[in-house]
């Protein structure tokens, strides 16, 4: 069974410049969640979305939003990009919104944004 | 807002040393993940860590969760090149938030 994928893998844009992120999750799996990886850290949540409704947002400006289609698959957009907007951008999928003690979260290998 | 604070945040030891990360929080979690992030890849998920004072051992990786549920140690025995990575907790339900991570090099 295919994993959680993403694309593009990498990604160069230059400041102001908008990018959209995309995530398809593993069959099934109804619940995608977004984070960002600075270099060096652990991940910071974006968004997380069940059954293509935004139940979670991170501490992150307007200029990043997303949305889940009727497959499940999502996306993740941000407008003005700024230099500290590098990052991996990193999609998870479970089968229900992530509870901790169950529904296990799965990876995908991310996006490398790039930010000049 | 929890966080999640580990340490140490760099190790770089050679193999076959024991170890042990930490990760604490001031607040209490109902649960607690052990991830490992290796280079150009996600998270992968070790293992949950659900009741007090609870031990779970995988292969020579030991996890435990404090008493309080506010606090987790990850204990390898005898480490391997293999286990070179990123090793990540997190907790929290559908704001899932990650700690500061610990950066482990095993050296042959």
């Known amino acids: 069974d295919a994993g959680v994928t993403q694309s593009p893998t990498h990604l160069i844009k230059t400041r102001g410049q908008h990018v959209t992120l995309r995530c398809s999750p593993i069959s099934g799996h109804k619940s995608v969640s977004w984070y960002q990886q600075v270099l060096g850290q652990g991940p910071q949540f974006i968004f997380q979305?069940?059954?293509?409704?935004?139940?979670g947002r991170g501490n992150f400006p307007d200029r990043f939003s997303a949305r889940q289609f009727p497959n499940y698959s999502s996306e993740l957009n941000v407008n003005a990009l700024l230099l500290g907007d590098s990052a991996l951008y990193l999609c998870?999928?479970?089968?229900?919104?992530?509870?901790?003690?169950?529904?296990?979260?799965?990876f995908g290998p991310g996006t490398r944004l790039t930010v000049l | 807002t929890q966080l999640l604070e580990q340490s140490p945040q760099f190790l770089s030891i050679q193999e076959g040393e024991n170890l042990t990360v930490y990760c604490n929080s001031s607040?209490?979690?109902?649960?607690l993940q052990w991830y490992r992030q290796e280079p150009g890849e996600g998270p992968v998920l070790l293992v949950t860590?659900?009741?007090?004072?609870e031990v779970k051992k995988l292969k020579r990786l030991t996890f435990q969760f404090g008493d309080a549920r506010k606090d987790s140690s990850l204990h390898i025995t005898a480490a391997q090149t293999g286990d070179t990575g990123l090793y990540l907790c997190?907790?929290?339900?559908?704001?899932?938030?990650f700690g500061t991570g610990t950066k482990l090099q095993v050296i042959p």
């Open positions: 607040s209490v979690f109902s649960s």
């Open positions: 997190a907790g929290g339900y559908q704001k899932v938030t």
């Open positions: 860590v659900v009741t007090g004072g």
């Open positions: 998870a999928s479970s089968l229900e919104p992530p509870s901790g003690s169950t529904d296990t979260q799965y």
């Open positions: 979305y069940y059954e293509k409704e935004e139940r």
